[in-house]
């Protein structure tokens, strides 16, 4: 398991009655999720298994999610809203390492398709979209590749055992209350030799926006309740992927910070994007008193000297393959014919020589 980290900077500046305009510059860098600011309370569904109920685990409303991507899909200005997707379509690891072709292919929660629009069929020949949104799927953007779109939850995938070759995943998988059984799942609709590349956000998403919250409540309320959601740590994916059957296996780290003019910005863009906190255990109100606060703490602990804030998205990248005996495989333990310790004596001369 390899370990690359790395950073990008995207600004965030918005102006009267214009949409926010980016500029991107490299740094070196070091949770996704927030709940919606409202102005009264409302009823909450009942809590129960999202899906047929196999799942062990259940974190996340899933109905919430799908409310929450399917209004963000329909807002008239959406498109504004989809540069961090933009931005992890775009990094290289996807499909620039590889020459080979994928005759069938599965973007599991594709939302309106970023990764498919720079795909080719040099490398996909036809092409699946799931998700758990119908509206995101409509509105799906275009590709050479033949394409069929299926409404389906991510953890729970309609399709039959061996039956894909590639299987793709960008920033769907955080939401994910069974996340081993999904990646199961995944390994069982692969055909041997398959590969699955994803990219899902990880456990320091947004620290700085659950910090400030955090203090803010605090000192505001006598306590505090989650609002950013719980994200799977880099050192965990390894394990999980292992676990589920893949071999082969990458996991590198991408920090991308935004800058944003304030704290509202930070909420406003994740509810556009449909990233908006969905947990079971949330906190639907935020009382303005709480937000002015956590807006000052912000500020005060990672603000920038130009006004604006930073917002640092994690983003891990895992490739794992399904096994097959084409592959190369480790040698048998106790079968070298070299010793480390003969490296030594290398460059070392020979008596003749000396």
Not at 87 to 106: G, H, K, M, N, S
Request: net charge neutral; glycine share 8%.
């Amino acid at each position: 398991m390899s370990s690359r980290v790395c950073g990008r900077v995207l600004q965030r500046l918005q102006t009267a009655g214009s949409p926010p305009a980016a500029s991107w510059s490299r740094i070196r860098a070091g949770s996704w999720g927030c709940c919606r600011v409202q102005t009264g309370t409302r009823s909450e569904p009942r809590r129960g298994l999202s899906g047929s109920g196999r799942s062990t685990m259940n974190v996340f409303n899933r109905d919430m999610k799908k409310r929450q991507k399917n209004w963000a899909a329909t807002l008239q200005d959406g498109n504004q809203y989809d540069y961090l997707r933009d931005e992890v379509r775009q990094d290289p690891q996807y499909f620039y390492w590889t020459v080979l072709t994928f005759p069938l292919a599965l973007d599991v929660g594709a939302g309106k398709s970023h990764i498919a629009e720079h795909l080719s069929k040099d490398v996909v020949e036809r092409l699946f979209l799931t998700d758990v949104s119908q509206e995101t799927l409509k509105r799906r953007r275009q590709s050479e590749i033949p394409t069929q779109c299926v409404q389906a939850d991510e953890e729970f995938l309609p399709f039959k055992e061996n039956t894909f070759d590639l299987v793709l995943s960008s920033l769907s998988l955080h939401w994910i209350n069974d996340l081993p059984g999904a990646l199961r799942q995944i390994h069982q609709v692969l055909k041997p030799d398959g590969v699955f590349i994803g990219a899902m956000v990880g456990g320091e998403t947004l620290y700085e926006l659950r910090c400030s919250l955090q203090l803010a409540e605090t000192e505001r309320e006598g306590g505090f309740s989650p609002h950013v959601s719980p994200y799977t740590a880099v050192t965990d994916l390894g394990n999980l992927l292992g676990r589920a059957g893949f071999n082969m296996l990458t996991v590198d780290v991408d920090d991308v910070q935004v800058h944003y003019p304030g704290i509202t910005e930070v909420m406003t863009d994740l509810q556009g994007m449909g990233e908006s906190n969905c947990a079971w255990n949330r906190k639907s109100l935020l009382h303005r008193d709480t937000i002015l606060a956590a807006a000052a703490i912000y500020n005060e602990m990672y603000g920038n000297e130009d006004g604006s804030i930073p917002a640092t998205f994690e983003i891990l990248y895992l490739i794992g393959w399904k096994p097959h005996e084409s592959q190369a495989k480790p040698a048998k333990r106790g079968s070298a014919t070299a010793s480390f310790g003969d490296l030594s004596k290398i460059n070392r001369p020979s008596p003749r020589e000396t």
